[in-house]
């Protein structure tokens, strides 16, 4: 399955996604306004169309993600894993998957400086990875 998020704005990370609020922890201003924004680029995918059969096959698999992320300013200030969590909880609701299921990712992140918007293509597939290890 694959997946296009592209924003006019930066991308939120984890740093920027949650605040206090009257004594608790909440998600942040940029973070809702970001799901708001993902949510409605998920229903409209470019890629493919996922199908309920499509997310279905993926139930109670281990699963591998790869997310790009192409970004325009601020390149090497950018924590690239900190991009990751806020994108996958969009996507895995969108698509009503447990992304507790995903045992591997790839993450890699591209410089578009100059660039008038910033984009992710997140692509979540089987792994083959197993699910114990033995360290003789």
């Known amino acids: 399955m694959k997946f296009l998020i592209r924003s006019p704005e930066k991308l939120v990370s984890v740093n ?3 605040e206090y609020w009257r004594g608790k922890v909440v998600l942040s201003k940029d973070a809702r ?5 993902a949510y409605r680029e998920l229903q409209n995918n470019p890629y493919e169309e996922i199908t309920k059969e499509d997310v279905d096959a993926f139930k109670g698999e281990r699963l591998k993600t790869e997310f790009l992320f192409a970004l325009k300013g601020n390149y090497y200030k ?4 900190n991009l990751i969590k806020l994108a996958e ?6 698509i009503e998957l447990n992304d507790r299921m995903v045992v591997q990712n790839i993450s890699t992140k591209y410089d578009l400086s100059g660039s008038s918007s910033e984009f992710m293509l997140v692509i979540i597939t089987r792994s083959d990875i197993k699910p114990d290890l033995r360290i003789e």
Do not use: G, P, V
Request: with cysteine; charged share 30%; glycine share 0%.
């Open 89 to 94: 909880d969009c996507i895995f609701n969108h």
């Open 16 to 18: 920027k996604m949650y």
């Open 33 to 37: 306004s970001f799901k708001q924004w």
């Open 78 to 81: 950018r924590d690239l894993t």
